[in-house]
């Protein structure tokens, strides 16, 4: 049985074989899952990647079943452990799509469950399938995923995709890596380490302007106000990186602006009908990626 928790436990050639389903999906008919039931149990909010699983699910044959609000409408709300109800669920579904508040969540559910865990996001910890569709675009987009420049930009401490993003690319060659950050929410140190030993070459800056011109991805995300213990906090910070079309001017004509999303106010509207702007086609990717997901971790 197959868990997919962290983005770092996927191997290239694993990835290979995703990408190559998901571009075959796009144009093929496949009802593989029918008979399947998919349970989507998201302790936090989410409109993409819940309903790009469930959309996922259903393209492919299969069922649904959710709660779309599991800390206040499931019986977490009187007390209920996340591995009683794990175990419960095991018995209604024949995969769990899991999205939960705490780092480490989705490892603790897949200790008890018997049938697979897909991690959803985990507190700031991880958001593997996120990482995974990026990636896709990236080589839907550039053609390549070997020797690029990327700009991840934002709240690198609390942000999970950034997090997940950084430990799949560690796995391709020539990658340069450009955090871009306050120095309050830098990228941790478990993911420069990893960098490190798999021989990424990073930088750490807080001017967005003079990394731009030399990047082939700008990797935009939002400050995580979510995780910030006050609101003063997280002011101090919003609003720190905005694209706009003076900043887009900056950048090489074949780089790509990408954004997990929802976006804040990181990324100026005027910016979406720029060629630059792969940030809506991500989540067109995203459910290709998520049906070629659901099948691999069957087979
Ligand atoms: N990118 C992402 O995880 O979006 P949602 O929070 O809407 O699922």
Do not use: C, W
């Amino acid at each position: 049985m197959r868990h997919i928790l962290y983005s770092q436990d996927v191997s290239i050639e694993e990835i290979n074989t995703i990408f190559a389903s998901a571009t075959k999906l796009e144009y093929e008919k496949d009802d593989s899952m029918k008979g399947k039931i998919m349970a989507s149990l998201f302790y936090e909010p989410s409109t993409r990647t819940r309903f790009s699983f469930e959309s996922a699910m259903l393209r492919l044959g299969g069922s649904v079943i959710t709660t779309e609000n599991a800390r206040e409408f499931s019986s977490a709300a009187k007390g209920e452990t996340l591995e009683d109800s794990i175990a419960v669920v095991n018995y209604y579904a024949d995969l769990i799509v899991m999205r939960h508040y705490e780092m480490g969540a989705s490892e603790r559910a897949s200790k008890v469950s018997s049938v697979p865990i897909i991690n959803a996001g985990d507190g700031p910890g991880q958001h593997p399938t996120q990482a995974l569709l990026d990636l896709y675009t990236i080589q839907r987009e550039l053609g390549h995923i070997d020797n690029i420049t990327i700009a991840m930009v934002g709240d690198l401490k609390n942000g999970r995709t950034a997090r997940s993003l950084a430990y799949l690319l560690g796995k391709y060659t020539g990658i340069t890596i450009v955090f871009v950050s306050p120095q309050e929410l830098g990228i941790s140190p478990d993911i420069k380490s990893y960098l490190e030993k798999h021989n990424v070459a990073y930088s750490e800056v807080e001017d967005l302007e003079s990394a731009l011109p030399d990047v082939d991805v700008v990797y935009q995300t939002r400050i995580q106000k979510e995780r910030f213990e006050s609101e003063e906090s997280y002011l101090k910070h919003k609003g720190r990186y905005v694209i706009t079309l003076k900043q887009v001017a900056l950048l090489k004509p074949t780089a790509i602006i990408m954004h997990p999303l929802p976006r804040v106010d990181e990324i100026a509207p005027e910016v979406d009908g720029s060629p630059h702007a792969a940030y809506f086609k991500q989540a067109k990717y995203g459910v290709l990626v998520r049906m070629a997901l659901l099948k691999f971790v069957f087979e």
